[in-house]
């Protein structure tokens, strides 16, 4: 019997959510959540469950043990998963699991260049167009160096998302462009994810973001609540929450995961005009 295979990537599929949600005057909600946290099978029941409660986007975090941008929630999440087995691999396999099983929710790989460069960037390229991602995220591979990846992917139809600060240089923000991106990740405020509240943002700056680069531009780090996410939703293309999310895995049995992780996520979809 020859085993099901994984549809072909979605160049246009991250795109097409954020002009579909522009068409329709309101937000994207991009939702951040750790693979392998409670452990791997559970894990991929709720990145299920995020994805029918109205997730536009999931944005998945491999485990790394140094994940340095990242707040104490997030890197707690992290310690969990790397304790349950999860890797790169499985959050790849994780994918191919969930496209098998008719998800279509565009998924962007998030994490660190580090288990990406030990994988390989071709054979990583290939694997995840394979399973279905949709783009890659790596919080540590600057504009500078972001060929490095950004080219296999390129060539196996995977696009790269990348991330501005409050700090980026107009010519940092000028170099968007040439990667074509579906979404541009706008960090609200400097330094790791999930211990201060978001910083105000300058409408303006997100404009200049989005002439620049050609794309929408969603924001992130430091987004706690409801209020915050409509809050950002009526200025940005997009509000990315992880924190909120992940806290919601260990607060009681495993099995209950995915139904805690998807009351957030439909609290947030609904504050956000869903």
Not at 194 to 205: C, Q
Not at 226 to 231: E, G, I, K, L, V
Request: include cysteine.
């Amino acid at each position: 019997m020859t085993a099901p295979t994984a549809p072909a990537p979605r160049p246009a599929a991250l795109r097409a959510v954020f002009d579909q949600a522009a068409r329709e005057r309101r937000a994207v909600l991009v939702a951040y959540l750790t693979f392998g946290d409670p452990d791997p099978a559970t894990s991929v029941e709720v990145l299920a469950a995020c994805a029918a409660a109205g997730a536009g986007v999931i944005e998945l975090g491999v485990p790394f043990s140094d994940p340095s941008a990242d707040g104490p929630s997030i890197q707690r999440a992290m310690e969990r998963a790397l304790d349950a087995g999860g890797s790169l691999a499985g959050a790849i396999d994780a994918v191919a699991a969930l496209r098998r099983r008719g998800i279509a929710t565009p998924i962007v790989l998030f994490g660190y260049y580090n288990p990406i460069f030990v994988m390989g960037p071709e054979a990583f390229a290939a694997r995840a167009a394979a399973a279905g991602v949709d783009a890659v995220l790596t919080v540590d591979l600057p504009i500078d160096e972001l060929d490095e990846l950004a080219a296999p992917l390129a060539a196996h139809g995977v696009a790269v998302v990348p991330l501005i600060a409050p700090t980026s240089t107009p010519n940092r923000i000028e170099r968007l462009a040439r990667f074509a991106p579906p979404f541009v990740y706008y960090i609200t405020l400097t330094g790791v994810t999930g211990v201060k509240l978001a910083a105000p943002v300058d409408p303006a700056r997100l404009d200049a973001i989005r002439a620049a680069s050609g794309a929408p531009v969603a924001v992130g780090f430091g987004i706690r609540s409801t209020a915050d996410a409509a809050r950002f939703a009526a200025i940005a293309d997009g509000v990315v929450v992880g924190s909120l999310l992940v806290e919601q895995v260990p607060k009681g049995p495993p099995a209950g995961a995915p139904e805690r992780v998807a009351a957030v996520v439909r609290e947030l979809a609904g504050a956000m005009g869903r």
